[in-house]
């Protein structure tokens, strides 16, 4: 009796932990897990020590705290993927506490079960690819949705010291997730924003003393934890060095992610003004801009700048925004037939806004116009927010999957929290017919998933299979660089861009002998540190005065743009082709005429 006492009070944990072991196998033995992009395995580099031979706290995509807290499990045992593990409890640990407090909202174990099935399904049908390859934009999601979600769920007639020791989690899962992709946060924040002024707005009494000191400690207590992230991250990142880094780095991040790099023939005039030639210009190209010390903080600025003036020269911004209407329209409504649509997320959207709506209308106790009005304002406003970010981000052309998903989940999370609080008003409220609607929504949730979980499997196939393929080559190439221990190589962007890597599978995490010739770690201090490890002070001299050190591309690429420019510094040079890897890379010296 007393372990069956024990089974009864803990069942909600328990359903919640079986559900999230469910997918972890499944995903495990199916997939294995990734990391996204190669962006994602530099990531994992530097905090690992694979970059500069030391487990490091600057990881410059993450806050300080967070990539430094990290790094120190690196540097307690060093061959463990600390990392992958990281991403992974993230994850998973988002998903339980969802799950687990979903389940408080269900009072028989069949409603319990019919909400794990439907929560089981829809969390592989939607979610399966960011769950086999981790990609931190949308961990910080994850964590921040799921903060949305328990505040919302908070029960909202608890005592004003009750209800903030309830949301203590609430405000540390949005510090973790704004120390992880601070950006990201910032741009889900105005909807965590919808979502607590929704919630006061569900209070009997609005304006009164208990609700301000409520909901405003919340608020303020995310805001503080941006406050003590930013600061101290801007304390950590203080040196000369990484200052001119960071300017170096928002101004690269602007010309190649929101920008357009002008052609040169029709630009030469600018690019002559700011000292760059065209070999120079080919550099910002092919992303292998490190080869050219000079090309700095303040010429990315000036290049960035200009690159603005032209766009909006080119579209002014009432045309801007009538093109991102368009596109806003077709993602949100259109279906699985067309190359603008953001199936099945926008589906499963549309449906909620839907479920949400009728249950509210559904709940007795106010005439129907009192009730419309309240959730109509509710919703409104909430499609509102989204809109304004929609079109922010579709207006700045930066819209890919990792931050569009990421986009819809919160606002899926808000809108499921809803859902829950008014079905179980509902379900107590009402004794007729309507009464069965909840468990009607949950079939139906659960059909949904049904219906878009085998194209959801398809895509992650060929993704990891897509994945799989390209790393045979790439596995082949870095085993003989790390095999070449007294020489370095340098490879061209372009020709890595393809490669990610296994989580938790041939982990290595020894010095490597081997950079690209750019990306966003370029030129910052870790990159001066690794190729100081080296002996390397300068990318185009090392390549051309050490015998030891290398270029690398892929078979068959140009190598006309690097003797152009060097030819153009007035050091004209020869490659000689010194082996081939795989038969799908180049290795070659570099050497002066």
Known sequence: MAFKAYLKKRENFIGALLLILVVLVFTAVRYDYYFDLNDDVLMKDILAGVYTGTPEGHNIQMLWLVSAFISVFYRIIRGLPWYGIFLCVCHYGSLFLVVHR???????????LMLLLAEGVLIIALFLDHLVSAQYTVTCTLLASAAAFLFLTTDITLPVKEFLKKNVGTVLLVFLAYLIRSEMLLLVLPLICAAGVIKWGCEKKIFIKENFIKYLT???????????GQVSHRIAYGSVGWRTFTEYFDNRTELYDFQVLPDYEEHQAFYESVGLTESERALLDNYNF????????????????????????EMPFTERLQNA???YVRRTLYGPSHNESDYPWNLVILFSYLAVFLTAMSIPGEKPGIRFF?????????GAVRTVLWLWLIMRDRVPVRISHSMYLMELSILAALLLL?????????QDLLSKLPALLGVLYLLLGVVILPSSIALTDRDVETKSENNVRYDALYRYLREQKGSFYFIDVYSSVAYTEKMFVNVDNSLANYDIMGGWACKSPLWRKKLSAFGIENMEEALTDRSDVYYVQEKGADTGWLSEYYEDHGDPISLTLVDTVDDSFEIYSVTAQ
């Open 218 to 228: 919340v608020i303020g207590a995310i805001l503080l934890g941006i406050v003590i």
């Open 422 to 430: 008014q079905c179980r008003e509902l379900s107590e409220q009402r």
């Open 325 to 327: 209407l368009g596109n």
């Open 290 to 313: 490190g080869l050219d010390e000079e090309i700095d903080e303040e010429l990315l600025g000036e290049i960035a700048r200009y690159a603005s003036r032209c766009r909006s020269e």
């Open 374 to 382: 309240r959730i109509f304002w509710k919703l409104g406003f909430l």
């Open 102 to 112: 979903s389940l408080s909202f269900c009072r028989k174990w069949t409603g319990k």
